[in-house]
């Protein structure tokens, strides 16, 4: 039998070869987020802070301007032990990944600070869950653990998912995302009442104004879900950001939204457009 494992690739699956790490330079992205009983009549980001299970409920998310995302706790004293892991943007929108062991309503010290936080989950042992809601935050004043101000808040691990929901990435500096596939979905208990909420997908340069990509309304008598696959990939470069809204039209809304996509080093891209003939 002829060894392959070190020739080159031919009419090989590109997808499944970035996943498998064997495409230089590519990384795959998953983004999905989720929103509990969305606030009626506003636009609300999907995002754990917007769901009814935290504190503090937080609908409109706040994006740092320094790399100030510096503490972490939890809302109770028996979150001891779990390793966690961070990942975000430093100060220069530089990839930054950390892990830190959690200490029940105590804070604890980020070994660096940052920018950017777009993902938190737990990788502690089996039996080590995250057992009440866990803050990634700017240093402020907590009560029994949880930060009195909700705006310093910038990830929230909610009590019983050991990762963070959150429909919204920064592109790292010296990268380009293209997203190749974009999903949304509501649901309201119960299921009898036809229902709506007015989706809304929005980008922006690093600290410039946001601008509209995508709008739909999703409407069902239950639950709804609306798929968007970008035949032509979208791009978004270094230092952009892209972030998920939803404005339900009644009370009790639930809302999960998200995308695929690659991470491409551009200086591993080719600088000069191909041409077919």
Partial sequence: MMDNSEKPFVNSNFLMEMVRGRVRG???????????????????????????????????????????IDTVSSGS??????????QGLDGNLDPVVQTITTNGQSKVTLPRSLLRVFRVKNLSLFGKDILDNLY??????????????????????????NQTQMAQYTVPRGYSLYIIHGWANISKAGGA???AIELKIRQREYDRVWRELHKTVLISSGSSDSN???VIPLKLEGMHEIEY?????????????????????????NSSPIVYL
């Fill in 77 to 86: 004293a028996l979150d001891t032990g779990q390793t966690v892991e961070i």
């Fill in 26 to 68: 590519a990384t795959p992205i998953h983004k999905f987020g989720e929103a509990r009983d969305l606030l009626t009549g506003q636009f609300s980001n999907v995002w754990d802070g917007t769901s009814d299970e935290v504190d503090t409920v937080v609908p409109i998310y706040t994006y740092s301007t320094t790399a100030d």
């Fill in 228 to 230: 968007r696959p970008y």
């Fill in 245 to 269: 809204l939803g404005r339900p039209t009644t009370s009790g809304l639930s809302m999960a939204a998200g995308f695929h996509g690659m991470l491409l080093r551009e200086d591993y891209q």
């Fill in 136 to 161: 990634v935050y700017v240093d402020t004043a907590v009560s029994d653990g949880v930060p009195v101000d909700g705006t310093k808040i910038r990830a929230i691990i909610r009590d019983g998912h």
């Fill in 193 to 195: 009442t036809a229902v």
